[in-house]
């Protein structure tokens, strides 16, 4: 009985050893390939994104994604009307992905990543303040320190054209975001009922914000005629797009 056993262990360890020689050799003769894909939705952000993605191993790539500045003006709800506001945002982002199937650079896929975003914006809001239509040139500005995972599913089409579908990205981001209103409509200095009103105007803007709308510290500078918020700290997200591209 002894032996049988020791039978079955020595054939359960020869098994092993073969199968990983055997991934071993697939690796070392494995040729890797380069990916170049780029995300269309990114110009909606103010940004060019660009994705490589180097494949070293068969079910291993290492990603590094790029969104260049581009001025885009794009039309946002604010307030219930809708605003032309001019982005332009830069971002990085590097990722270590792991394909769960067993095809090279294509299925369903797990990646961790880390980005930084860098991102302004800039508009006109009309309102009333006192009673008096008043325009404030209002600008926006957010960076972001993020880690994430996301899992997504690639196709590859042809051998040469690729679909990337990433679908669930939860990440978590050290954040600061600050918005700055100036009253543009004439050179007098804001009265206290000005002040308060315009105080007002920015606290129903942000108090519905999910998460950070309680959080934030509004100033108001009648003197300047300025009203603006800030925030720093922890802020959730959620990545999920699509990109196509082209295997080299």
């Known amino acids: 009985m002894k032996r049988i056993f020791f039978l079955l262990a020595l054939s359960c360890l020869f098994q092993h050893v073969n199968?990983?020689?055997?991934?071993?050799?697939?690796?070392?003769?494995?040729?890797?390939?380069?990916?170049i894909k780029w995300n269309p939705s990114s110009l909606y952000f103010g940004k060019i994104g660009l994705m490589g993605e180097y494949n070293f191993k068969k079910k291993k790539s290492v990603t590094f994604n790029i969104g260049i500045p581009i001025s885009k003006t794009t039309s946002v709800r604010i307030d219930d009307k809708d605003r032309e506001v001019e982005m332009k945002t830069f971002s990085v982002m590097g990722g270590y992905r792991m394909y769960l199937g067993n095809a090279a650079m294509a299925g369903m896929?797990?990646?961790?990543?880390?980005?930084?975003?860098?991102?302004?914006g800039s508009t006109i809001l009309d309102t009333d303040l006192d009673g008096k239509p008043t325009n404030f040139a209002t600008t926006s500005a957010y960076k972001g320190?993020?880690?994430?995972?996301?899992?997504?599913?690639?196709?590859?089409?042809?051998?040469?054209?690729?679909?990337?579908?990433?679908?669930?990205?939860?990440?978590a981001n050290s954040a600061t975001h600050k918005v700055v209103m100036h009253d543009i409509t004439s050179t007098d200095p804001w009265d206290a009922q000005d002040a308060a009103d315009a105080q007002a105007e920015i606290n129903s803007s942000i108090g519905d914000l999910p998460i950070i709308g309680d959080k934030l510290n509004v100033v108001v500078d009648p003197n300047a005629k300025t009203v603006s918020s800030d925030y720093s700290g922890f802020l959730p997200g959620l990545r999920f797009g699509l990109s196509i591209g082209v295997r080299f």
């Open 145 to 171: 320190f993020g880690v994430g995972a996301q899992l997504g599913v690639q196709f590859l089409i042809a051998k040469r054209v690729v679909i990337d579908f990433f679908f669930l990205g939860p990440e």
């Open 19 to 35: 199968a990983q020689a055997g991934d071993a050799a697939n690796n070392e003769h494995y040729i890797p390939f380069t990916i």
């Open 109 to 120: 896929y797990f990646e961790p990543y880390l980005k930084y975003v860098k991102s302004d």
